[in-house]
T-cell receptor
């Protein structure tokens, strides 16, 4: 079955540690995205990638980093520079960044808690 | 600048009632796309519908229907004969034609009571 997988489902981090959230898709989509969702709020874009080996900052990129070395993978690293990282993180992909195929399909999410 | 407003924070209905979720958007572009997503308690967003700005036809899919009105910049979502399984947070979203990111509204939490 095609889809998006995220791991781990739950992640606990101590202050000062970097952690990496995994996102893999087998939909052959060009574009991939990372969003952050805080309780009772909408989605905010952290980073996006229109195509492999390329990525752009979203609205709240500070304290985060990404890579896109393979089409199917778009890992997100939450660094110690991110002051308030406790949140629900959602990865998504779409056939393309723009045009008639830009609806996004989402993974199950990773809930990150800083202890 | 693009903006999506979902003024209803929470709605509570009894099973079998009809319910309409409102979405108002702002954009300066003539080409844009509107979306609705459902986020059940499990957390994963599920894509429901995409509509482009040149297609104002209303759409019906089972118990779901969408009313797109450019004159009022609205893209409302109606669930007919609601069921408990419809309980979720629903997000409306907008993306402009070329090279712009998708903006999500704050979401409307729907409670359907048995």
């Amino acid at each position: 079955d095609g889809g998006i997988t995220q791991s781990p489902k739950y992640l606990f981090r101590k202050e000062g540690q970097n952690v990496t959230l995994s996102c893999e898709q087998n939909l052959n989509h060009d574009a991939m995205y990372w969003y952050r969702q805080d309780p009772g709020q909408g989605l905010r874009l952290i980073y996006y990638s229109q195509i492999v080996n390329d990525f752009q900052k979203g609205d709240i990129a500070e304290g985060y980093s990404v890579s896109r070395e393979k089409k199917e993978s778009f890992p997100l690293t939450v660094t110690s520079a991110q002051k308030n990282p406790t949140a629900f993180y959602l990865c998504a992909s779409s056939v393309s960044w723009t045009g008639d195929y830009n609806e996004q399909f989402f993974g199950p999410g990773t809930r990150l808690t800083v202890l | 600048a693009q903006k999506v407003t979902q003024a209803q924070t929470e709605i509570s209905v009894v099973e079998k009632e009809d319910v309409t979720l409102d979405c108002v958007y702002e954009t300066r572009d003539t080409t844009y796309y509107l979306f609705w997503y459902k986020q059940p308690p499990s957390g994963e967003l599920v894509f429901l519908i995409r509509r482009n700005s040149f297609d104002e036809q209303n759409e019906i899919s089972g118990r779901y229907s969408w009313n797109f009105q450019k004159s009022t910049s609205s893209f409302n979502f109606t669930i007919t004969a609601s069921q408990v399984v419809d309980s979720a947070v629903y997000f409306c979203a907008l993306s402009e034609g070329v090279g712009f990111k998708t903006i999500f509204g704050a979401g409307t939490r729907l409670f359907v009571k048995a």
